[in-house]
């Protein structure tokens, strides 16, 4: 295995771990931003305010795209072994 396919392979894991994790990285972001935005305009500055709705939404978007997760890993994991020998010989 040569250093280009390495890279290729690296290139391709990052790409699906990004893609992957990025509902869910959005959906955080997004709860952060509004119970910021509500905490600024209501003067309310506790803590766990900030953190109990955002593993909330967080788990439910969670339990919502892990079919969707599972599919894209095993389809992943597929294409790996079955283009092996592609990488390795």
């Given amino acids: ?15 699906e771990a990004m893609l992957l994790s990025s509902p869910l990285l959005v959906t955080a972001c ?12 209501t003067s309310v500055q506790e803590q766990t305010l900030t953190a109990v709705p955002r593993l909330v ?6 339990v919502a795209v892990l079919p969707w ?3 894209r890993l095993v389809g992943f ?7 092996l020998h592609k990488y390795l010989g």
């Fill in 30 to 41: 997004l709860v952060s931003l509004v119970v910021s935005l509500i905490q600024t305009l």
């Fill in 77 to 83: 994991t597929v294409h790996m072994f079955t283009h």
């Fill in 69 to 71: 997760m599972v599919h």
């Fill in 1 to 15: 295995m040569g250093p280009d396919q390495t890279v290729e392979i690296m290139r391709k894991l990052l790409m």
């Fill in 57 to 62: 939404v967080v788990f439910v978007v969670t």
